[in-house]
C-alpha cells in the first residue's frame, strides 16, 4: 500500500520578497514585483524589465568564504531551503539523515556564472578561469550545496526539464516517498536567468514583453494585449513528508499531495501543440492518479505565461478536460505578479497552491484588462479570493513539450 505525502514546509524566494510570507503577502495584495533591469545595463535590449529578487543578502544564508565559490541560483536554493526546513521544524540528524533526499531543479543552472568566466576566458586566457567555476554553475550542485549544509543524505537529484523541471521534482520526489525509498524530501527549484545572455536570448526568439515604459503591466497572461513573458528570478522550495512521520513529531500540514502527471506533446521544441494535447494528459494523469474526478477539483495555479500561445492553448486544455465544469474553476496565474521564473517556477507555483489550499484563498491573475476572447474560463482577476477549496492542481510546461501536473488536497486529518 503506497504512503500518503503532505507538505510540512514552504521556502520561497521571489520578486515580491525575500520569505514565503512576504510572498504570499504580495501575491494576495495583487502586487507586481516586475521592475526596470537593475542586475546589467539592459538599455540596448528589446526587453529591459525583470521581476528582480530584492534586498537579497548571500551573507545571511552563506559564509563570505563561500559567496563567490557558488552561483546566485545556489544562493537562492540555499535560502529558500532553509526557510523551508524552518517552517517545517525539520531536524535532520544521524537517526534520519539516510532518509532525507534532496531534489532541486533549474532551467538553466549558473548562467552568470558562465557569462563571467567566459569573459575572464576571453581577456585573459585560460589560466583566469576560476577553479570554482564548474561547481559554481552545474545544475545538481544546488541540490549538492543543499545536502552538505543541512546533512540530508538521501537521494541528491536534479531535474533540467525547462519550465517543468521543479514540477518534475517536485512529483518524482512524491513518488519517492509514496513507495518508501525516502521518508522526507526538499524539494523544487532554483534559477538566476537574468543576465545578458540570458535575457538576450528569449528576446531574440520574441519571448519576452517588450512593454519597457510599463514594467507592474507588462506580464499580463490571458489578456488580449499580452505580448511576451518577463523573466523572473528567484527559488520555491517545498518540504514532503510521509503523512505518519509528520504526524508523530506534530508537524504543520499545509496539504496533502495526491496526484501527479508528466507527458510530452512530441510536437515542436517552443511552441505547445495546438489541441493542448499533452496538457489535458498531464492534467488528467494527475487527477486520475487521485482517484478523483475533474468536477471536485476547484483551483488551478495555471502555467499562464503571458505568451500568445500558452494562455490560447492552456485555457483549451483546461475547457477540454474540465468540461462543463471548467467555468467553475477558478484559473489564475501568479506569474503576473512573480514574472516567470523557468525552472523555479513549478517551485514558487506548488508553494503557492499549497498555501492556497491551506488558507482558502485564491491568489489573482493582475493586469486582466480585457480577456482575449480566446481564454473564456474564470481567472481571478485582480483580486485574491477567499473561497472554499478542497483540491487544486499546478500546472507546469516546458521548451521541448514536456509537461507536469501537480495535484493537491485540503488535509483533513
Known amino acids: ?18 520569505g514565503t510570507e512576504a510572498t504570499w503577502d504580495g501575491l494576495c495584495a495583487g502586487r507586481s514585483g516586475v521592475s526596470r533591469i537593475t542586475k546589467f545595463d539592459a538599455s540596448a535590449f528589446a526587453a529591459q524589465i525583470a521581476a528582480e529578487v530584492k534586498g537579497f543578502d548571500p551573507l545571511q544564508f552563506v559564509d563570505k568564504k563561500d559567496v563567490k565559490k557558488m552561483d546566485v541560483f545556489i544562493h537562492y536554493a540555499i535560502a529558500a531551503s532553509q526557510f523551508a526546513v524552518d517552517d517545517a521544524k525539520l531536524s535532520i540528524g544521524p537517526a534520519n539523515a539516510t532518509r532525507v533526499g534532496v531534489f532541486i531543479a533549474s532551467g538553466i543552472g549558473g548562467f552568470g556564472t558562465i557569462e563571467r568566466e567566459h569573459t575572464a576566458l576571453l581577456e585573459g586566457g ?35 526539464t525547462a519550465c517543468a523541471a521543479s514540477a518534475h521534482a517536485i512529483g518524482e520526489a512524491y513518488e519517492m516517498i509514496r513507495r518508501g525509498s525516502v521518508d522526507a524530501m526538499i524539494v523544487g527549484g532554483s534559477e538566476a536567468a537574468i543576465t545578458p545572455m540570458g535575457v538576450g536570448g528569449f528576446a531574440a526568439m520574441r519571448a519576452l514583453s517588450t512593454r519597457n515604459d510599463e514594467p507592474e503591466r507588462a506580464s499580463r497572461p490571458f489578456d488580449k494585449d499580452r505580448d511576451g513573458f518577463v523573466i523572473g528570478e528567484g527559488a520555491g522550495i517545498l518540504i514532503l513528508e510521509e503523512l505518519e512521520g509528520a504526524r508523530q513529531r506534530g508537524a504543520r500540514i499545509y496539504a496533502e499531495v495526491v496526484g501527479y502527471g508528466a507527458t510530452a506533446d512530441a510536437f515542436h521544441i517552443t511552441a505547445p501543440s495546438e489541441d ?6 498531464a492534467m488528467a494523469m494527475a487527477v486520475d492518479s487521485a482517484g478523483v474526478t475533474p468536477d471536485q477539483v476547484q483551483y488551478i495555479n495555471a502555467h499562464g505565461t503571458s505568451t500568445p500561445f500558452n494562455d490560447k492553448l492552456e485555457s483549451l486544455a483546461i475547457r477540454t478536460l474540465f468540461g462543463d465544469h471548467a467555468p467553475n474553476l477558478g484559473v489564475s496565474s501568479t506569474k503576473s505578479m512573480t514574472g516567470h521564473l523557468l525552472g523555479a517556477a513549478g ?21 486582466l484588462d480585457t480577456p482575449d476572447p480566446e481564454c473564456t474560463l474564470d481567472y481571478v482577476p485582480w483580486k485574491a479570493r477567499p473561497t472554499p477549496i478542497t483540491y487544486a492542481m499546478s500546472n507546469s510546461f516546458g521548451f521541448g513539450g514536456t509537461n507536469a501536473a501537480l495535484l493537491l488536497r485540503r488535509f483533513d486529518g
Open 347 to 367: 517551485g514558487v507555483e506548488a508553494g503557492v497552491t499549497a498555501l492556497a489550499v491551506y488558507h482558502q484563498t485564491m491568489p489573482p491573475t493582475i493586469n
Open 126 to 160: 585560460p589560466r583566469r578561469i576560476s577553479p570554482f567555476f564548474i561547481p559554481a554553475a552545474i545544475i545538481n550542485l544546488a541540490a549538492g550545496q543543499v545536502s552538505i549544509r543541512l546533512g540530508a543524505k538521501g537521494p541528491n537529484l536534479a531535474t533540467c
Open 1 to 18: 500500500m503506497s504512503r500518503r505525502v503532505v507538505v510540512t514546509g514552504i521556502g520561497l524566494v521571489s520578486a515580491l520578497g525575500v
Open 276 to 281: 493542448g494535447d499533452g496538457a489535458v494528459r
